[in-house]
T-cell receptor
Framework: ETGVTQTPRHLVMGMTNKKSLKCEQH?????MYWYKQSAKKPLELMFV???????ENNSVPSRFSPECPNSSHLFLHLHTLQPEDSALYLC?????????????FGPGTRLTVT | DAKTTQPTSMDCAEGRAANLPCNHS???????VYWYRQIHSQGPQYIIH???NNETNEMASLIITEDRKSSTLILPHATLRDTAVYYC??????????FGQGTTLQVKP
């Protein structure tokens, strides 16, 4: 596999469920990101990990819990979600170097909370 | 990070060049111009970025005006698969990628 992969691609969960989204990057990058894209809205940055340390948390509710066990893997643990959390969740990675670096995105997980 | 302004939508005939404009009049000296695109329900795809010189890669060309207050992304021979939302983002070296609404490009046969 190449690039950034995400599993599952689609997820339907009830408000009392616990589930996890997985992201894996095969690019040798040292930073990983979670974004949320709700219908008709721009992408919103949720979390940033650099060298496996969380460096940014954009006021995301605690029902979303990220985990970065190593530089290649990123998880988003979900519990007691609300219907308004239904969205496309995107993972990205980058190699932080110098002044400019591009982010590479995965295909996303389409989450529906019922 | 500076704000960008893009047209909401554009059409382009298949095989013709697509020229997507972006205004970033408040850009600072150390801010880069990035372009990404997002095909329906997929993750965004990096296209190109530049600081002040024009840039070209296998996907597109980026033309930045001399005063750096605007730029144009050029897809030289648009195909139906180039139909997507195109995002112009201005970003400082340590800054975040902040996505706006972008330009919806519709390539027509």
């Amino acid at each position: 596999e190449t690039g950034v992969t995400q599993t599952p691609r689609h997820l339907v969960m009830g408000m009392t469920n616990k589930k996890s989204l997985k992201c894996e990057q095969h690019l040798g990058h040292n930073a990983m990101y979670w974004y949320k894209q709700s219908a008709k809205k721009p992408l919103e940055l949720m979390f940033v990990y650099s060298l496996e340390e969380r460096v940014e948390n954009n006021s995301v509710p605690s029902r979303f819990s990220p985990e970065c066990p190593n530089s290649s893997h990123l998880f988003l643990h979900l519990h007691t979600l609300q219907p308004e959390d239904s969205a496309l969740y995107l993972c990205a990675s980058s190699q932080e170097r110098g002044w400019a670096y591009e982010q590479y995105f995965g295909p996303g997980t389409r989450l529906t909370v019922t | 990070d500076a704000k960008t302004t893009q047209p909401t939508s554009m059409d382009c005939a298949e095989g013709r060049a697509a020229n997507l404009p972006c205004n970033h009049s408040t850009i600072s000296g150390n801010e880069y111009v990035y372009w990404y695109r997002q095909i329906h329900s997929q993750g965004p795809q990096y296209i190109i970025h530049g600081l002040k010189n024009n840039e070209t890669n296998e996907m597109a060309s980026l033309i930045i005006t001399e005063d750096r207050k605007s730029s144009t992304l050029i897809l030289p021979h648009a195909t139906l698969r180039d139909t997507a939302v195109y995002y112009c983002i201005v970003r400082s070296p340590a800054g975040k990628l902040i996505f706006g609404q972008g330009t919806t490009l519709q390539v027509k046969p």
